[in-house]
Every structure is written in C-alpha cells, then in structure tokens.
C-alpha cells in the first residue's frame, strides 16, 4: 500500500490528485513525524517537503475541525510563501471540515485577530505576524499539536530568529518540525531552545 495508515480522508484527497506513490523521503519523514518527535526534516526542492508538511498535519488533526483555537501552526517566510501554502493545504481540505487561515504583515493585525476569534484549525503566517499576534493576545496556544516550519532557511535571518524564539517560548507543549534544504548549524542550534530530542531526516 503506497501511502500507509494514513486517514482516509487523506488518501481520498491523494487519490483524487493522484499522487500514489511517497517519495524516498516521504517514506522517511511522514512516519518520524506520525511519531510525535520533534523532527528536522532536510532533502531537496522537488523531493515532497510541502506535501509531508501538509499530510502529517491533516493526520494530526483528524481531519476534522475541533474548537476555536488553532491545534497547528504553520511558519513560513513571507505573505506570497503563506498564500501559496494555504493553496496548497486547501487541495486537501475541500472534502474536510478542517479550517485553515492565512495571515502576513501586510494584513492588519486587528483583522487578523476577529477573524481568528471566530474559530480556526489551521493558522499559515510569518514570524513576525505570529508575534503581534502573541503580544496583542490575538491566538491562544492552548489547543496546539504541531507547530511547522516551512523552508526555514529564512530563520538564519537575524529578526526572523528572534521572533522563532520569542514564539516558542510562549507555548507550553507542542511537536515542532522544521523542514529546510540543508540541516544548517543555525538551525540545529534550535535543539537548545524548542527542538528537544530532536530526529533528522534527511534525504
């Protein structure tokens, strides 16, 4: 069986963009990440980074909508990677009750704020967005499974850094996974702060 013990919706929406077969690196990751572990995940364009990303997050959640706050979180570099991904996550989740929100900097942080009240699952947005949020009290953290972070290569930028670490420490309990191209040392050096026990896959 291609993709293994998956939820079914999943393999629905896989079969009907017909995508059968994981790739080397699917193989690796999706069942790291199914683990629970906190994982860095590094392998090349082309090689289903976004896609792991989006499947393990849909598996997490049961594909189903719970509450109002957001149970997964998902980071990435700025406004035209956020809609891009929210595109991408929307493929999925057309059959799904699932709610999935994007915000950005160039959205104002109040609009952001009421239409996140409202009740989300999935939260797409930037660092420095997800930090406003933080600091105005505009997202609750409590019901959080999976913090993600998308192509992270930007965090070796020093105020994306910054903010990564203001983030994470604001929130008690969660799995991160971080996905990049290359396992840059910056990177690892997360392990001291929120990548706890962390697993590599790379491939």
Do not use: W
């Not at 509450?67 to 997964?72: S, T, V």
């Not at 929307?90 to 409202?118: A, C, M, P, W």
């Not at 967005?129 to 009290?137: A, Q």
């Amino acid at each position: 069986m291609p993709f293994k013990k998956l939820h079914s919706e999943i393999k629905d929406a896989l079969e009907r963009l017909e995508i059968d077969t994981p790739t080397p690196f699917q193989k690796n990751a999706i069942p790291a990440v199914k683990s629970g572990a906190n994982v860095f995940c590094a392998s090349a364009i082309g090689n289903g980074k976004t896609t792991t990303l989006i499947l393990t997050t849909l598996q997490k959640l049961k594909c189903e909508a719970v509450g109002n706050a957001p149970r997964a979180i998902v980071l990435v570099a700025n406004k035209e990677r956020a809609l891009a991904l929210y595109d991408a996550f929307l493929n999925y989740t057309k059959y799904t009750n699932l709610r999935v929100y994007v915000g950005y900097e160039e959205l104002h942080i109040d609009v952001q704020k009421s239409e996140i009240f409202e009740g989300i699952d999935i939260l797409i947005t930037t660092p420095k967005s997800m930090n406003k949020l933080f600091l105005l009290n505009g997202v609750s953290t409590s019901q959080l499974k999976i913090f993600s972070i998308d192509d992270a290569e930007f965090l070796l930028q020093k105020s994306d850094n910054n903010a990564i670490l203001s983030i994470t420490q604001s929130i008690l309990k969660c799995q991160y996974v971080i996905y990049s191209d290359k396992l840059h040392p910056k990177l690892k050096r997360f392990e001291n702060y929120f990548m706890e026990r962390a697993r590599t896959v790379s491939g």
